[in-house]
């Protein structure tokens, strides 16, 4: 398996996460230099939060993890296209 494979297959995992949540089931994982620095999942119901998009959630943690606002060098693994907003 590749590392994009693996890396989409923990995406996926974070979509079954938010689906058991009752939320819309996308998952995001955010990787730099090899290793997962953050992932998230939809949680727009459970916040009621209309930005709480996975991708959102795992750009927040990912912000934290390298303690500031640019994700430099980094992958975005989305089980979904993007939408505008978290493009």
Same mark, same amino acid.
């Given at each position: 398996?590749?590392? +994009?494979? !693996?890396?989409?297959?923990? *995406?996926?995992?974070?979509?079954?996460? *938010? /689906? $058991?949540? +009752?939320?819309?089931?996308?998952?995001?994982?955010? &990787?730099? /230099?090899? !290793?997962?620095?953050? !992932?998230?999942?939809?949680?727009?119901? %459970?916040?009621?939060?209309?930005?709480?998009?996975?991708?959102? /959630?795992?750009?927040?943690?990912? /912000?934290?993890?390298?303690?500031? $606002? @640019?994700? $430099? +060098?980094? %992958?975005? @693994? &989305?089980?979904?296209?993007?939408?505008?907003?978290? *493009?």
């Amino acid at each position: 398996m590749s590392e +994009d494979e !693996r890396f989409m297959r923990m *995406a996926l995992n974070e979509a079954l996460e *938010a /689906q $058991k949540r +009752d939320e819309v089931p996308i998952g995001a994982v955010i &990787v730099s /230099q090899g !290793r997962v620095i953050a !992932r998230g999942h939809n949680l727009t119901e %459970t916040l009621t939060d209309v930005t709480a998009h996975a991708e959102m /959630q795992a750009i927040t943690a990912a /912000q934290g993890t390298l303690g500031g $606002k @640019y994700l $430099k +060098d980094c %992958t975005l @693994y &989305v089980t979904v296209e993007p939408c505008l907003m978290c *493009a």
